[in-house]
Structures are given as structure tokens and as C-alpha cells.
């Protein structure tokens, strides 16, 4: 072969390196575009699903205490969103939504209170039970008229207090003595569970029959007395999302937590019976 011929080959075989070369180049190039492409398409849908806004929930009395340490976690877990409860009777809370009140959430001390929401339409999807309570007697401190029975709180000279029969704490401590053929006529009936715990915690009453996770939010405001009646009366607390929320996203992640084993830990610490 000449001379020439060689040189002319080199350059082709040289030529043809170059080539591939640059196509390689171009298709790494293609790729981690196409990764940056799908890194920021990724960033730009994990920032749209963030969880952010006011949620307002609407829950029993008796889920003050947990329902706020929870409000409080909820806020510190997602930065830019803001809890708002509203504590009342079940039955009260029930009436406010079917008339319009503005809310996302709902959680109900009974089943009976949860359906007049549902009844109306007002709820989105099937409410689902999250925890149970269960009754308790709750006395003056160191239960100075010994009181140790349901039975007990029907003598004359006590002065007792009850939940209205139309809220769940109240529907409930009405079962429990109707199953033991007791009768009690209560100095007054409250509007919710923590009305009739108050009256005790002033000296307005003797003892009243409240749930237990209240009995042991009061601290050593109250004693309680357990009672096996009680057994027969445990009301189960069902929480739904509502049909008119303005933010659906943030109300969902509430009751995730609510239902999720963080949540449970901190109602199973206030006294709660699991679901």
C-alpha cells in the first residue's frame, strides 16, 4: 500500500472515532436531560401535593384534650397549615353542619349523631369509627360521699349531674341505668360532657357521669369511680370527611393522622378504647 493510502485511511478510521464519539456525547447529554426533566417534574408535583391551608374540625367535647395535641402536631408537620377546632355537643355540632356551618371535618361521639350528617348528605364517603370511650362516675376529690356504684348516685341527699339524653355521654349514661333498672333524677342536664365534669370541678354537684378520658383529663380536679354497668354502654366515635370542605387535601391528611398509629398512641394515652 502507498504511502498516500495509509494517510488516507488513518484520517477515514480517525474521522470515524471523532463521529461516535460525538454521538455518545449526544445521548448522555439526551439522558440527563431527560433525568433533569423528570427530576423537576417530580419537585414541581411532590410541591402542588403539598399540604398547606385552614382546616376546620368540627369534634365531641370530649376530644378537646387529644384532638389538639394532635391539631398541634398536624401544623408542626406541615408548615403553612392551620387547625381550627369547634368542641361541642355531638348533636349540637350534628345540627350546625346539616344548617350550613362552614367545616372539613366531623368526628362524632356516637354513631347515632354521626348520622344525622349523613342522613343529610353532608358527609363524603363512609365515616369510620377511630376510637371508643367508656362511662365513668366522676366525684369530688378523695370521693368524699363514697361513692363506689352506679346505684349510689340514686340517693336523695347526692346531688348528681348528667349529659342532656340527646348527647351521646348522656344517650349512654341512660343505658347503662336503664340496663340496671336504676332510676336518677340529676340536679341538672348538660349540654356536653364537659359542662357536667365542670359542675363537679366548682362543688355544684357531687359526682356526674362523664366518659373516662375526661375523668382523667381533670386530673386531680375530680376522683373517678369505675362502674361495670359501663360495659354495656361504650359509645364508639366515627370521623368523616365533609361533603363542602374547601380544602379536601389538608381534611384528609387530619384524619390520616387521627387514624394512623401516631394518632391512636396519643387517644390511647387519654383514656380511649381502640376502634
Same mark, same amino acid.
Request: aromatic residues 4%; negative net charge.
Given at each position: 500500500?502507498?504511502?498516500?493510502?495509509?494517510?488516507?485511511?488513518? !484520517?477515514?478510521?480517525?474521522? &470515524?472515532?471523532?463521529?461516535?464519539?460525538?454521538?455518545?456525547?449526544?445521548?448522555?447529554?439526551?439522558?440527563?436531560?431527560?433525568?433533569?426533566?423528570?427530576?423537576?417534574?417530580?419537585?414541581?408535583?411532590?410541591?402542588?401535593?403539598?399540604?398547606?391551608?385552614?382546616?376546620?374540625?368540627?369534634?365531641?367535647?370530649?376530644?378537646?384534650?387529644?384532638?389538639? /395535641?394532635?391539631?398541634?402536631?398536624?401544623?408542626? %408537620?406541615?408548615?403553612?397549615?392551620?387547625?381550627?377546632?369547634?368542641? #361541642?355537643?355531638?348533636?349540637?355540632? /350534628?345540627?350546625? !353542619?346539616?344548617? &350550613?356551618?362552614?367545616?372539613?371535618?366531623?368526628?362524632?361521639?356516637?354513631?347515632?349523631?354521626?348520622?344525622?350528617?349523613?342522613?343529610?348528605? /353532608?358527609?363524603?364517603?363512609?365515616?369510620?369509627?377511630?376510637?371508643?370511650?367508656?362511662?365513668?362516675?366522676?366525684?369530688?376529690? &378523695?370521693?368524699?360521699?363514697?361513692?363506689?356504684?352506679?346505684?349510689?348516685?340514686?340517693?336523695?341527699?347526692?346531688?348528681?349531674?348528667?349529659?342532656?339524653?340527646?348527647?351521646?355521654? #348522656?344517650?349512654?349514661?341512660?343505658?347503662?341505668?336503664?340496663?340496671? *333498672?336504676?332510676?336518677?333524677?340529676?340536679?341538672?342536664?348538660?349540654?356536653?360532657?364537659?359542662?357536667?365534669?365542670?359542675?363537679?370541678?366548682?362543688?355544684?354537684?357531687?359526682?356526674?357521669?362523664?366518659?373516662?378520658?375526661?375523668?382523667?383529663?381533670? #386530673?386531680?380536679?375530680? %376522683?373517678?369511680?369505675?362502674?361495670?354497668?359501663?360495659?354495656?354502654?361504650?359509645?364508639?366515635?366515627?370521623?368523616?370527611?365533609?361533603?363542602?370542605?374547601?380544602?379536601?387535601?389538608?381534611? *384528609?391528611?387530619?384524619?390520616?393522622?387521627?387514624?394512623?398509629?401516631? &394518632?391512636?398512641?396519643?387517644?390511647?394515652? /387519654?383514656?380511649?378504647?381502640?376502634?
Amino acid at each position: 500500500m502507498s504511502r498516500t493510502a495509509r494517510q488516507n485511511r488513518r !484520517i477515514s478510521q480517525m474521522t &470515524g472515532v471523532s463521529a461516535a464519539a460525538l454521538l455518545a456525547l449526544s445521548a448522555c447529554s439526551s439522558t440527563d436531560s431527560d433525568a433533569s426533566a423528570k427530576s423537576d417534574s417530580a419537585a414541581s408535583a411532590s410541591a402542588s401535593d403539598k399540604i398547606s391551608g385552614d382546616v376546620t374540625v368540627f369534634a365531641a367535647a370530649s376530644l378537646q384534650e387529644s384532638f389538639q /395535641a394532635l391539631g398541634r402536631q398536624f401544623e408542626k %408537620e406541615h408548615p403553612g397549615s392551620k387547625v381550627t377546632f369547634s368542641f #361541642g355537643g355531638s348533636d349540637s355540632l /350534628a345540627a350546625s !353542619i346539616t344548617g &350550613g356551618a362552614p367545616a372539613d371535618v366531623f368526628a362524632s361521639a356516637s354513631p347515632r349523631t354521626m348520622k344525622i350528617v349523613t342522613d343529610a348528605g /353532608a358527609a363524603s364517603g363512609t365515616p369510620a369509627t377511630f376510637v371508643r370511650n367508656e362511662l365513668e362516675i366522676a366525684t369530688l376529690p &378523695g370521693n368524699p360521699d363514697k361513692i363506689s356504684s352506679l346505684e349510689d348516685l340514686t340517693e336523695s341527699d347526692l346531688k348528681v349531674v348528667l349529659c342532656d339524653k340527646e348527647v351521646p355521654c #348522656g344517650a349512654a349514661a341512660q343505658k347503662a341505668l336503664d340496663a340496671s *333498672k336504676l332510676h336518677l333524677t340529676p340536679v341538672s342536664y348538660e349540654q356536653d360532657v364537659k359542662a357536667a365534669l365542670t359542675k363537679v370541678e366548682l362543688k355544684e354537684a357531687d359526682a356526674a357521669v362523664v366518659y373516662k378520658t375526661d375523668v382523667h383529663a381533670a #386530673g386531680d380536679k375530680v %376522683e373517678g369511680v369505675e362502674f361495670p354497668e359501663s360495659a354495656d354502654a361504650v359509645n364508639d366515635y366515627p370521623i368523616t370527611l365533609l361533603r363542602d370542605t374547601q380544602n379536601a387535601a389538608a381534611a *384528609k391528611a387530619f384524619i390520616a393522622l387521627v387514624r394512623s398509629a401516631e &394518632g391512636q398512641k396519643v387517644l390511647s394515652e /387519654a383514656g380511649f378504647l381502640k376502634p
